[in-house]
T-cell receptor
Framework: GENVEQHPSTLSVQEGDSAVIKCTYSDSASNYFPWYKQELGKGPQLIIDIRSNVGEKKDQRIAVTLNKTAKHFSLHITETQPEDSAVYFC????????????FGDGTTLTVKP | SAVISQKPSRDICQRGTSLTIQCQVDSQVTMMFWYRQQPGQSLTLIATANQGSEATYESGFVIDKFPISRPNLTFSTLTVSNMSPEDSSIYLCSGQGAQASNTEAFFGQGTRLTVV
């Protein structure tokens, strides 16, 4: 089955700096890659996603890049703010069932004011 | 995106008892899923809740332990049966295929279960 590895497990940055989280996947059939933000006591919230037919997608301060050949994708957060502090999960999905995803282990991001 | 409400948000239960978690979506969704998230860890898929038929379970999860119902396109329940302390976890409901987005998957706030 699919295996998703996520690094780093923890990340601490100063407010205003950029943060990068990287994931690799094993199944070349995966074609949908969502990223979720989970705040304490809440369920994961989708923040951005990318499909295998594009290499990059951006939404304001958040961007995701995908390298299908190397089977890795990354989340980039620019101009970080304290409210960006949360656990971030990457995931990989092979079909139209976007909810049936394999998740990475998560990255705890701390943005220091 | 659609909104999922889960009940209860948390519970403390005695070992050997069962707890049923409810998941209500504010609009019809094609797919519903149940995940388990142990403290500080990632999400593991338990099963796909199929409307009007038996759920599809992932490896390591069985119907006798985690019976699931999905009577319609907006509601599902997960029961954690004959609980032991190892079942202490966060249980999350997920929906996908709402009218606004065919593929975006969204989650409820989770049910934090502690078994004593």
């Amino acid at each position: 089955g699919e295996n998703v590895e996520q690094h780093p497990s923890t990340l601490s940055v100063q407010e205003g700096d950029s943060a990068v989280i990287k994931c690799t996947y094993s199944d070349s059939a995966s074609n949908y890659f969502p990223w979720y933000k989970q705040e304490l006591g809440k369920g994961p919230q989708l923040i951005i996603d990318i499909r295998s037919n594009v290499g990059e997608k951006k939404d304001q301060r958040i961007a995701v890049t995908l390298n299908k050949t190397a089977k890795h994708f990354s989340l980039h957060i620019t101009e970080t703010q304290p409210e960006d502090s949360a656990v971030y999960f990457c995931a990989a999905n092979k079909g139209t069932n976007a909810g049936k995803s394999t998740f990475g282990d998560g990255t705890t991001l701390t943005v220091k004011p | 995106s659609a909104v999922i409400s889960q009940k209860p948000s948390r519970d403390i239960c005695q070992r050997g008892t069962s707890l049923t978690i409810q998941c209500q979506v504010d609009s019809q969704v094609t797919m519903m899923f149940w995940y388990r998230q142990q403290p500080g860890q990632s999400l593991t898929l338990i099963a796909t809740a199929n409307q009007g038929s038996e759920a599809t379970y992932e490896s390591g999860f069985v119907i006798d332990k985690f019976p699931i119902s999905r009577p319609n396109l907006t509601f599902s329940t997960l029961t954690v049966s004959n609980m032991s302390p190892e079942d202490s976890s966060i249980y999350l409901c997920s929906g996908q295929g709402a009218q606004a987005s065919n593929t975006e998957a969204f989650f409820g706030q989770g049910t934090r279960l502690t078994v004593v």
